[in-house]
């Protein structure tokens, strides 16, 4: 059977990532080389249950393994104590004892999840990563990242927990729907492009055929992307130094997802949703407001001076009053996150019981005073924080003669994260069983009735801009 093997090199803490195809059906072997058999649990979800377990559990049997099983439900959302303490007790109940063996099977949820029970019970068992996503085997089952997710964040308890071996069966991507190749597969192009030129060019001539999950070539490139993540961890285990280029682009996206969630869960509970954007920020506003393929129930606290006193202490008092912000989601955008108005907006919000969600330029805010009487910045007071990575000053491109720099960048970032927040808001609607109001076009046939009957459903309650 063909198959790499790559290592990493942690001295006492060192182990393999085995890659190739056929991996699953041949797992107690692979298991056994490194582990002698002993009593196991295999902690899975239900979907990967059904196409994989079967044949992962009787090859641990069949090699000398005692093994027992646990099923979570499918998603982020059994990141969590309440599946934590469930996958405790089943180690209780299978009386795991410190040698005995934990196996991850599945996406990076359960590698996540598993790891961390792994790291935690009786201060630390051996387990063993399976990953059954193309994301989950080039990023996230190698490095011993383990943890769970608390309500105001991802990953807010965990432990660093090496596995005693990686196996990563090529064969179980066929399986995959497109949205989950592309999210592997943009793992891949970043550690491409922090890491390995060529690997950037071969995926540039061969992303048709990965596309199409080709076995062969897949087995080449998650390897050669496990190489990379195995020497940066190598370099930097616990992530003192090298390993954050690894999180590059991470920031951002759990900010977009816990933004997102707030989103949902407000509208859900039939809420309005404020944003404010002073001077330039108005266009982030208009994009998120009363747009095609964006949800009804998002009102602008409009600044009718176009920014031209956001430096001026009260004035955000004189603009709150017509908005019923109370206990509502307000976003606040404001590219350099120093001035008067989006702070005293972020303060009064919070002071009425709303969560307060920034879209701002930590570069630009850290390199600057506040302009408020508090002293603060956006960043400072908003419950989620969501970078927009621009330069301090904003623009970014340099032209012979010119003093300063020319080529705004924040109206095109923000308009990203705002859309990125609405799509995946719409999408928590769906999963959470409700109809997203989600407005359709008015240059389309058909329209405007769709549209009205959305916005009766608020009506009164949506001032827009006036």
Request: proline share 4%.
């Amino acid at each position: 059977m063909c198959m790499e093997t790559v290592e990493v090199a942690l001295d006492k803490r060192s182990y393999r990532i085995v890659v190739g195809r056929r991996l699953l059906a041949e797992a107690g072997r692979h298991v056994a080389a490194v582990l002698a058999p002993r009593p196991a649990l295999i902690v899975t979800d239900s979907v990967v249950a059904q196409r994989y377990l079967p044949a992962v559990r009787d090859s641990l049997v069949a090699a000398g393994f005692a093994v027992s099983t646990i099923t979570v439900p499918p998603g982020e959302a059994s990141k969590c104590h309440e599946q934590l303490l469930r996958i405790y007790q089943a180690c209780y109940d299978a009386r795991l004892e410190r040698s005995s063996l934990l196996v991850a099977l599945g996406g990076g949820v359960i590698g996540d999840l598993a790891g961390f029970a792994a790291a935690s019970y009786l201060r630390g068992l051996p387990f063993v990563q399976m990953p059954t996503t193309l994301l989950s085997q080039v990023d996230s089952s190698i490095g011993g990242k383990t943890g769970v997710n608390l309500p105001g964040g991802k990953n807010l308890v965990g432990a660093f927990h090496q596995p005693s071996l990686v196996l990563a069966d090529v064969d179980v991507l066929a399986s995959l729907d497109d949205r989950q190749m592309a999210t592997g597969l943009a793992e891949i192009v970043k550690h491409a492009v922090i890491r390995d030129a060529g690997l950037f060019a071969r995926l540039e001539r061969d992303a048709d055929a990965l596309w199409r999950r080709d076995p062969a070539l897949l087995e080449s490139v998650v390897a050669c992307n496990c190489r990379i993540k195995a020497e940066v961890v190598a370099a930097d285990e616990h992530e003192g130094g090298l390993r954050a280029i690894l999180n590059y682009g991470h920031t951002v996206g759990h900010a977009i997802e816990q933004a997102a969630d707030i989103a949902a869960k407000h509208i859900a509970e039939d809420g309005i949703i404020y944003i404010l954007g002073s001077g330039h920020s108005l266009i982030t506003a208009l994009e998120a407001s009363g747009r095609a393929g964006g949800l009804v129930p998002i009102d602008i606290i409009f600044d009718k001076t176009f920014g031209k006193i956001e430096r001026l202490p009260g004035y955000a008092e004189y603009l709150l009053k017509d908005y019923a912000i109370d206990g509502a989601v307000v976003i606040v955008v404001s590219n350099s996150g120093r001035n008067a108005l989006p702070i005293e907006v972020a303060i009064e919000s919070k002071k009425r019981g709303a969560k307060v969600i920034a879209i701002t330029s930590l570069a630009h805010s850290q390199s600057v005073a506040s302009r408020h009487p508090s002293g603060k910045r956006l960043f400072e007071i908003a419950d989620v924080v969501m970078d927009n990575c621009c330069d301090p000053g904003d623009a970014v491109v340099d032209v012979d003669g010119v003093r300063g720099k020319v080529g705004a960048t924040s109206s095109v970032a923000c308009t990203f994260i705002i859309n990125s927040v609405m799509v995946q808001a719409v999408e928590n609607l769906v999963k959470m069983g409700v109809e997203p109001p989600v407005l359709i076009s008015a240059n389309l046939d058909g329209s405007d009735e769709h549209n009205e009957k959305l916005r009766s459903r608020y009506k009164g309650r949506l001032r827009g801009l006036m």
